[in-house]
Nanobody, 122 residues
Framework: QVQLVESGGGLVHTGGSLRLSCEAS????????MSWYRQAPGKEPKEREL???????????NYANSVKGRFTISRDNAKHMVYLQLNSLGPEDTAVYYC????????????WGQGTQVTVSS
């Protein structure tokens, strides 16, 4: 079955950096576009925000305007891993971050991991 395991979150000060990792299994990873979402405090799962996405081969990326220029998504198909480099973090980036497949399903039908908490202190 599909499994997604996120890691790398933590507590950082404003302006700090983190690198999030997502280990994927249970599907043909190299053929699947992937994305990172985040759920801010007080928000419902249906309100998760799409942060970044990457094509199956890794050559195409897209970012939410709120993170463009600060976050970088990448992947290693040999290792079945997706990464999200977070730079110049601010308190508004505090959230639980999730990776998931780009499969056309609505948010409440997607497979999610447990997420990784990112907390940015001011």
């Amino acid at each position: 079955q599909v499994q997604l395991v996120e890691s790398g979150g933590g507590l950082v000060h404003t302006g700090g950096s983190l690198r999030l990792s997502c280990e994927a299994s249970g599907f043909t990873f190299r053929s699947t576009a992937m994305s990172w979402y985040r759920q801010a405090p007080g928000k419902e799962p249906k309100e998760r925000e799409l942060v970044a996405s990457i094509s199956s081969g890794g050559t195409g990326t897209n970012y939410a305007n709120s993170v463009k220029g600060r976050f970088t998504i990448s992947r290693d198909n040999a290792k079945h891993m997706v990464y999200l480099q977070l730079n110049s973090l601010g308190p508004e980036d505090t959230a639980v971050y999730y990776c998931t497949r780009i499969d056309g399903l609505p948010l409440n039908s997607k497979t999610w991991g447990q997420g990784t908490q990112v907390t940015v202190s001011s």
